[in-house]
């Protein structure tokens, strides 16, 4: 155990007196009986929701975040036992781990054996012979695109995106570690094995990438510059962008290119200290069971792949998800780049720089 | 038994207590948890000036104060030009008993959510949208004009917003104004440029200062409007805080910056007030 030097010390009472200043004023909102947690926004779908509360006599109190960061943020601002369930990037799992807050999960009452192999994460979802998250959804950053306004088989290859042909018509998703991953994808480099080293040539490419572009865009924007006709090309798009907007724009479609794309995955954790672990297990085995999977799957905010094979997806969804492709979309996939703590800064600031970038 | 009674001091004390508890919770208190983390690291450890020599070392990070300083100029600017003559065709043009409503009809725009009406610009000024289509319909343009996702958008957005809290400011100054400074100055044989120049605009200074640097306040620390309209092709410093805290949770960094952006609104806030200080004297 390490002494703490003052300065943090006072730092660290100063934000403990804010945070219970904060919570006196939230006191209520959220009470022990029920299922507090902390979500992505596709699990704040009633249509998802709903059925679980019924069918188990509770509430599900849901609080958005952005970003594990704005997420773990949260988690150090509220008392012990104040959440249940988490949603977080998959890659990001050892984060909370590291930081003592997840409880192993029972492997044996998850379905783990129905997951797509691929997805199951284990590198950053099992920490020292525990599992401390399971995949629930997950999807590709790759090219979302108008297959009308463009040459579907130009999408076939990251070179495109920084061709002359579609200067302006570009928008890129507004997420660094994904756009990155493609950027590594589009020079030769696995994602897997991004070193400093690579910085000056990824830069390079997200540059020209950022020279073609109209826009950097966070999910909304991206998704409604693709929707409006604003850009024709997503960087960083996928089935995430494109199907739930299938109805109403057929002609929005993706591809993974030869060189590859970049997977995400999103998982679920349950809280060590959860005051409601035997209703947080129930949640998290609804979400994960073929009808909470098909729900997560087509929910409202976005679309994305179930992590689980058996998801009750109908046809006509498993077509906009383009389920039968998957083994090979799967194959030609590349985890997130998950960089240390140390390349994770640079690679921000190198994002930084290539948005200074005029 | 009243407090005034027992100790005349008392009650002055507790008319204030209140506003004071309150800007000790959430000002005062946060403020120096903010500033206590911008000293430390990330990964936590000891004191440490790093988060203040990034922002002053690395070009993407200053640029984003510059970004934001000339974003901030140029709404102002445009704000005052356009609210100053809207407000004195309300306060002289307007008969008075429509004034009210035609300033009720001023402020509606506030009357919706921020962001709704982010976006809402977002799409009259995109390729396909309400400006491009009437001006390719009408011939002037034969392509579409980039007016979304730029540094105009942005702008646009700020002013269509800071315009009518800036003729507030200014109306409420221009109807104090009392009418015989004109006569007087008609009295003198000033013509109605001159009263306007010598007289009329010299008295609604202040009205423009405190509008401006009102808007000078909440444009320089809006996130909302940039990140909608602006299409990050730049980064302005809220977005540049909002940067290190998503995925990374990098507070101590984002302390840092916000404390610098705090730093050139109170500099913004001194000026302000020694001028209008000298004005008074």
């Given at each position: 155990m390490t002494a703490r030097n003052p300065l943090s010390a006072l730092k660290s009472h100063l934000s403990a007196a804010c945070a219970a200043a904060a919570l006196l004023l939230a006191a209520g909102g959220a009470e022990a009986a029920d299922l507090n947690a902390l979500i992505w926004c596709d699990h704040s779908d009633p249509a998802l929701l709903e059925p679980f509360e019924k069918a188990n006599d509770v509430k599900v109190n849901v609080k958005e975040f952005e970003g594990t960061g704005a997420g773990l943020a949260i988690v150090d601002q509220s008392q012990p036992g104040d959440w249940d369930v988490m949603v977080i990037d998959s890659i990001d799992v050892p984060r909370g781990v590291e930081k003592g807050l997840f409880e192993p999960l029972p492997v044996d009452k998850l379905p783990f054996a129905d997951l797509f192999p691929e997805v199951k994460m284990d590198k950053s979802t099992i920490v020292d012979g525990k599992r401390y998250g399971i995949t629930e959804k997950f999807g590709y950053n790759t090219i979302g695109f108008n297959k009308t306004k463009v040459d579907p088989a130009d999408m076939q290859s990251l070179a495109s995106l920084t061709s002359d042909k579609y200067k302006g018509k570009v928008a890129i998703y507004d997420y660094y570690l994904p756009v990155i991953g493609m950027a590594a994808l589009a020079i030769g480099k696995k994602t897997a094995d991004l070193t400093e080293a690579d910085l000056p040539a990824l830069k390079a490419e997200l540059l020209k990438m950022k020279a073609n572009a109209k826009l950097v865009g966070e999910v909304t924007a991206s998704q409604t510059a693709l929707a409006t006709g604003?850009?024709?090309?997503?960087?960083?798009?996928g089935e995430w962008v494109t199907a739930g907007l299938a109805k109403e724009n057929p002609a929005l479609d993706f591809s993974i290119p030869k060189e590859g794309a970049v997977l995400w995955s999103q998982s679920l954790a349950m809280f060590k200290d959860s005051k409601n672990k035997d209703m947080a297990l129930k949640f998290i085995q609804y979400i994960m069971s073929p009808e909470g999977q098909a729900r997560l799957a087509t929910s409202s905010c976005y679309w994305g792949m179930p992590a689980n094979k058996t998801a009750a997806l109908t046809d006509e969804q498993k077509k906009i998800l383009r389920f039968d492709e998957q083994p090979g979309f799967l194959a030609r996939a590349q985890a997130y780049p998950a960089p240390n703590a140390d390349l994770d800064k640079k690679m921000q600031d190198m994002w930084t720089e290539m948005l200074q970038a005029q | 038994m009243s407090v005034s009674g027992s100790n005349p001091r008392a009650l002055p004390w507790a008319l204030v207590t209140p506003a004071l508890a309150w800007t000790c919770a959430f000002f005062v208190l946060p403020f120096i948890a903010m500033g206590f983390s911008s000293l430390t690291g990330h990964e936590g450890g000891g004191f440490t000036l790093a988060n203040y020599s990034q922002f002053f070392t690395d070009p993407s990070y200053w640029r984003a104060m510059v970004n934001s300083l000339e974003v901030t100029a140029i709404v102002t600017v445009i704000s005052i030009l356009l609210a100053y003559p809207f407000a004195w065709i309300l306060a002289e043009m307007v008969p008075e008993r429509w004034q009210r409503l035609a300033l009720m009809l001023a402020v509606l725009p506030f009357w919706t959510s921020y962001v709704v009406r982010s976006y809402s610009w977002l799409l009259v000024l995109a390729q396909n949208g309400v400006i491009n289509r009437a001006l390719t319909g009408i011939g002037l343009i034969g392509e579409p004009l980039q007016l979304a996702n730029t540094r105009f958008a942005t702008v646009t957005g700020f002013v269509h917003f800071f315009v009518m809290l800036l003729t507030l400011t200014i109306f409420a100054n221009l109807k104090q104004l009392s009418p015989s400074y004109r006569k007087a100055a008609a009295d003198l044989g000033a013509g109605p440029v001159r009263t306007f120049l010598h007289v009329v605009l010299p008295l609604t200074l202040p009205g423009i200062m405190v509008g401006a640097f009102l808007t000078f306040v909440l444009c320089i620390g809006d996130y909302i409007t940039p990140q909608i309209l602006g299409g990050n092709n730049e980064l302005v410093m809220p977005q540049l805080v909002m940067l290190q805290i998503g995925r990374r949770g990098d507070f101590p960094l984002a302390s840092a910056l916000s404390i610098i952006l705090m730093a050139v609104v109170t500099i913004a806030y001194l000026a302000c007030a020694r001028w209008l200080k000298i004005e008074r004297a």
């Open positions: 604003e850009v024709d090309i997503l960087v960083g798009g | -």
